[in-house]
């Protein structure tokens, strides 16, 4: 039997925590073949990124302790010494981690850093380290090569730094490469992008890969047929490695049941009318709640709670403080759309295309340069200030990130009463009551009040921060990426209460996000957003099966499916970014004609031309905007 690239026996990891070892990773064993892919997936926490550290030997030695055997090629990788252990790190085994922007020197071009690893690892002179940098760009499909070699980070959008970042780990030649969550920050088109990438260098690299994730349509998309391997972690341990066809099919562990059970599959929705709840199962006893549409709540007799025509928020570039403007950011273009009492509208689409702005202009946090918001028909756009306060008691956000969100420095109690007192909705007396009723509401103890956000987990800071928002008896709430930055099964629970909560006090949802498997679960209508402007609207079964717009396509092909069966598809790989918002001074927009293909279903009309450029609909740039 041939020998495995990486043989992992029995490892236990240790932290020294208050004067003790504290096992974070307990006893894992498993095996990576030659050209294999391995698929290691569990929620955070769970102990698979330390298992990486723990491999490449990059955990701090003061403070962490690695036993059992990590074997490369049969060669005992925890007894070298750290000289040893350095000509291995980037020869034999690479890693790439989730976040590429933290991983590259920011005052270093992109071309020194991959050529100084070049010359580091291989030898090679500075000119022949620049020629092969060159041959790598173009190799992880990165446009332009040459000229950019001389660029920095700040210059590459983020599936393009991560690609610099998959052409650094190449530039060794490994024989293993780690990929640490290589997709977990990137929009759902360039995950695809980057999944298919790797798959294809694989083939051509003859190399092995040992893939981190906590996403299950990202373990079927890459989990390689012939490896057969997907390994289950929670809680520091291997709950269940089987054939990556049975981990889908007959999941035997409780905790895998439930990391497939969290996952939405696209489709699953057709014919269904309301939002569903995701099913919840048990990860210790495997039972599960059964899935209920959510109650029809959405009153279409009554004025939409929110109505929102020709929005346009722009923002200008300078080159100095008092220099004439050079360009402008178009940020949000002549967007309209409503939103009505019980009814969830979702605006989709990839990072730059301006939904997060359209949110906190609605809100104005960001003043809009013209347009009219209208809440409950007053319109905030003509409010001043002390107005505008008190009509945002009925309007509030929920953030993307809870931790940022929360006063570290103040305990949960203090930070859901505070709205109440500044708004004298209520008395300290009587807004100690209503904490704890809210915090019942969304599923917390009141005996936490006096906790601070630090001794949380992001899915119970997530529920604090949707109780706060709720003190204030809202009827909008913009809810911004809010379940985008969760695990799997804690997405699933926040996004239930989201819905239950919806369904018991008819709120209103204006659902921000980039994960259109989610969005299609819980929104009664979907916004698809591109460059600033709305190219597709309407009910969201028409949306998702009769989507019109090849933007809107693109989006809804690129989703990763928990489906292993779908890993033999290719997808082809587009090799372009994502175009940018910026304009000239003097540029003027054109104006937009949309067409209407069934009631409330309209999309923006795209010439042929466009048409012409993107013939898979694999690219959203439009002739029109460039």
Avoid at 56 to 75: C, D, F, H, T, Y
Avoid at 130 to 147: D, G, M, N, W, Y
Avoid at 437 to 442: I, M
């Amino acid at each position: 039997m041939t020998e495995p690239v990486l043989s992992v026996s029995q490892l236990v990891t240790s932290f020294r925590v208050g004067g003790r070892w504290a096992p974070v990773v307990d006893g894992i064993s498993f095996d990576i073949g030659a050209r294999e892919t391995v698929a290691v997936v569990g929620e955070s926490g769970s102990g698979k990124s330390v298992t990486a550290l723990s491999i490449m030997r990059l955990n701090s030695p003061a403070s962490s302790r690695v036993e059992g055997s990590i074997k490369l090629e049969g060669q005992e990788l925890l007894t070298l010494s750290q000289a040893e252990m350095r000509r291995i790190r980037g020869n034999d085994i690479a890693m790439i981690f989730q976040e590429p922007m933290t991983s590259l020197n920011p005052v270093l071009t992109i071309g020194f850093q991959i050529a100084e690893s070049l010359i580091l690892h291989r030898s090679l002179s500075r000119s022949e380290a620049e020629l092969e940098t060159i041959r790598l760009l173009e190799k992880v499909r990165i446009p332009a090569a040459k000229s950019r070699f001389h660029e920095y980070p700040h210059h590459f959008s983020g599936g393009m730094r991560q690609r610099v970042m998959i052409a650094m780990a190449l530039a060794g030649k490994p024989k293993l490469l780690i990929a640490d969550e290589p997709t977990t920050a990137l929009d759902v088109t360039i995950q695809a992008q980057i999944l298919e990438l790797i798959k294809e260098l694989q083939k051509e690299e003859a190399m092995s890969v040992l893939f981190i994730t906590h996403d299950m349509g990202v373990v079927a998309e890459m989990a390689d047929r012939v490896a057969n391997r997907t390994v289950v972690m929670y809680d520091g341990q291997v709950v269940e490695a089987a054939p990556t066809e049975a981990i889908f099919k007959r999941p035997e562990h409780p905790y895998t049941q439930s990391l497939l059970a969290a996952v939405p599959k696209l489709g699953s929705m057709k014919g269904r009318r309301r939002p569903m709840r995701f099913t919840i199962v048990d990860r210790t006893t495997g039972q599960s709640d059964v899935p209920a549409e959510v109650p029809d709540t959405v009153k279409e007799a009554e004025r939409p709670v929110l109505e929102v025509a020709a929005l346009t928020k722009r923002f200008e570039i300078r080159s100095g403080m008092f220099s004439s403007v050079k360009g402008r950011v178009y940020a949000v273009e002549n967007v309209s759309f409503s939103v009505k009492s019980g009814e969830t509208l979702a605006l989709v689409g990839e990072s730059g295309c301006g939904k997060s702005t359209t949110g906190r202009t609605v809100m104005r946090l960001t003043e809009p340069l013209s347009g009219s918001i209208l809440l409950d028909g007053v319109d905030l756009v003509k409010l001043g200030q002390s107005e505008l306060r008190k009509q945002r008691n009925r309007i509030q956000m929920i953030f993307q990130d809870p931790f940022a969100s929360l006063n570290p420095r103040m305990d949960v109690g203090t930070a859901i009463i505070e709205p109440l007192l500044i708004n004298n909705l209520a008395s300290r007396s009587e807004a100690r009551d209503k904490v704890a009723d809210l915090l019942q509401r969304v599923g917390l103890s009141p005996d936490i009040v006096n906790r601070f956000p630090h001794e949380f987990s992001g899915g119970q800071r997530q529920r604090i921060c949707i109780a706060r928002a709720l003190a204030l008896e809202p009827r909008l709430i913009i809810a911004d990426e809010a379940v985008s930055a969760l695990d799997v099964s804690v997405k699933a629970q926040v996004v239930n209460l989201m819905l239950d909560l919806q369904a018991r006090m008819g709120l209103a949802y204006l659902f921000i996000s980039h994960d259109m498997a989610v969005v299609e679960r819980v929104s009664h209508r979907v916004a698809v957003m591109y460059l600033g402007e709305i190219v597709e609207i309407g009910p969201r079964e028409a949306i998702f099966q009769n989507p019109q717009h090849p933007y809107t396509k693109r989006l809804l092909a690129a989703v990763p499916t928990a489906d292993p069966a779908r890993r033999l598809q290719k997808r082809p790989v587009s090799n372009d970014e994502i175009k940018s918002p910026v304009r000239p001074a003097d540029y003027v927009p054109p104006v937009r004609q949309y067409r209407e293909v069934s009631p409330g279903h309209a999309v923006m009309i795209w010439g042929e031309e466009w048409e012409q450029e993107n013939p898979m609909g694999t690219t959203a740039y439009w002739s029109l905007n460039n």
